[in-house]
């Protein structure tokens, strides 16, 4: 995530962990270094500062920070860089990080990453316990660290739905939601710099604004994105299932930049989990939802991501899970299994399932959810799509083929879906809307030519 543009001296090396929520915390803590001077640098062994921005969600993603904490630790007297941890494990756990990566210069919680530009200079334990809301400023002059044409923009943090399995509310606090001034002043100036596909992002996007609102106001900030000049792409990540009503669905119908695309994580189909889990809805709600977005939002490729192995799944209950993506269809879909995070309601609960048979039970589904996929996928093929081209793979143009790039569609969120694959005789650039046709269809990615040789920019 980090480039090579500067010396040891004031150069940083970061590394961002976890979601998409993170990265923009990196971005922000990027920019702030920046205006003091510090540069970016790919290498650690060529920093003055690293900086570990960790994840602290689950088990995994603990170990996986934990390791890359240890690492650095480890080379540090080599190096002689100043070792900073950042992020929501550094709030989970508080000092008791620092005694388990000896060497750790600075920890910076959640709530602190406003502070960057004193832990770099400054030994110190910059974790609030106490939740704020970011300033403007600390957003304003981010550092992107995504592909050309594209970028996260978070519209809230912290979470209140509390679910049981959680641990968001603890380590990011109640929901806060950014004014809507703010969010489109930043939207603006990401379309300056030459940003056509915005992803907004928050813990509970369709919660946007009940807190300062005093009513949810998604469609209220959509329509003021939706004006704004060069916002070619708006795309709606992680919304909750309980909270959509007719009106955000009528609103998100007249959005006219608003791509056909949703992120709901379902978690589960069982009203019995669902109740245990606190989710606020019920199995026939969650079907009655589906089927009215796709009636209402013709052509929506939905995303959802589900949970395998909660305490107490019995075998029926999986089955029922299975059947619900077989017959549901998501055109993607993600899956893990439920990890006992101490802190949580779910933690206590009896019927623990054996870490092996959660195992074998993602297995199972997500071998049932590559049915669905290849069958989707195949239903593409001769489809007409605009395409925003991420990158190439070739320098140079094969004798045969042309020049080979990659990008996506309306259809593939970055980074957690499938690409297009295309070819081209022309050198095109990265950022660039072009109109393509699908020519073929792998398990997640599509093969297409490209039909337009001149960028396709107004097709709205």
Known sequence: MSFKIGRKSRAVHFISLGCAKNRVDTEAM????????????????????????????????????????RKLARDKPRYRYRL???????????RELAGLVSGIDSLIGVHGCQWITRAVSQNGFYVPSRAGLCSPSYFRNRQLTTGPGWAYLRIADGCNNCCSYCLIPQIRGPYRSRRIEDVVAEAESLAARGVREINLIAQDTTSYGIDIYGRRSL?????????????????????????????????????????????????????????????GTDGKSIEALLDKLRRSLPGLVLRTTL?????????????????????????????FVYSPEPGTRAAWLPGRIPRRLGLRRWHRLMQEQKKVSQRKQRDRIGEEAIVLLEGGIEAEPRSAGGYEYYGRSP??????????????????????????TVVRAGEYDLYGRVLEERPCRNYF
């Open 30 to 69: 990027l920019g702030l270094l920046a205006r003091r001077g510090y540069r970016q640098v790919a290498n650690p062994a060529e920093a003055e500062v690293v900086v570990v921005n960790t994840c602290g969600f689950i088990k995994p993603a603990v170990r996986e920070s934990l390791a890359e904490l």
């Open 84 to 94: 900073i941890a950042a992020g929501c494990l550094v709030q989970r756990l508080g």
């Open 411 to 436: 259809g593939e969120a970055p980074e957690v879906d499938g690409r297009i694959y295309l070819k081209s005789k022309l050198e095109l650039y990265p950022g660039q809307f072009i109109k393509a």
């Open 307 to 335: 949970m395998v192995g909660y305490p107490g799944e019995t075998e029926e209950e999986f089955a029922k899970l299975l059947a619900f993506v077989q017959r549901t269809g998501c055109e993607r879909l993600g899956a």
């Open 219 to 279: 469609g209220r900030l959509l329509k003021r994105l939706d004006r704004i000049p060069g916002i070619e792409w708006i795309r709606l990540l992680y919304t909750h299932p309980s909270h959509f009503d007719e009106v955000l669905i009528r609103e998100l119908a007249e959005i006219q930049h608003l791509v056909r695309y949703l992120d709901i994580p379902l978690q589960h189909i069982s009203d019995r989990i669902l109740k245990s889990m606190g989710r």
